[in-house]
């Protein structure tokens, strides 16, 4: 079994800065992509950036420039180091890992922007 626990989430003004975190545990060998996803009321859940166990990243067109995902393999945790935000980037934020051909989600972190 995996569990994440995500932290980082809060209350910030149009302009600041979050950085959210993830960290897996458990039965974790072989952990491939991480990502974050965003929901926000009446709306479904997307993608918002991912990164690859090699490194690459991929982001949502609304947060390219803005936005930075990062990993640390040692301590199995994924970042997402948030920049400018934006009323619009308000939303409950999940990390999703994959490990062994299976996805894992967080209990998600609550991201308002207040303008």
């Known amino acids: 079994q995996v569990q994440l626990v995500e932290s980082g989430g809060g209350l910030v003004q149009a302009g600041g800065s979050l950085r959210l975190s993830c960290a897996a545990s458990g039965s974790i060998f072989g952990i491939s992509a991480m990502g974050w996803y965003r929901q926000a009321p009446g709306k479904q859940r997307a993608l918002v950036a991912a990164?690859?166990?090699?490194?690459?990243?991929n982001y949502a067109d609304s947060v390219k420039g803005r936005f930075t995902i990062s990993r640390d393999n040692a301590k199995n945790t994924v970042y997402l180091q948030m920049n400018n935000l934006k009323p619009e980037d308000t939303a409950v934020y999940y990390c999703?890992?994959?490990?062994?051909?299976?996805?894992?989600w967080g209990q998600g972190t609550q991201v308002t922007v207040s303008s």
């Open positions: 990164i690859t166990s090699g490194g690459s990243t």
């Open positions: 999703k890992v994959g490990v062994q051909n299976r996805d894992y």
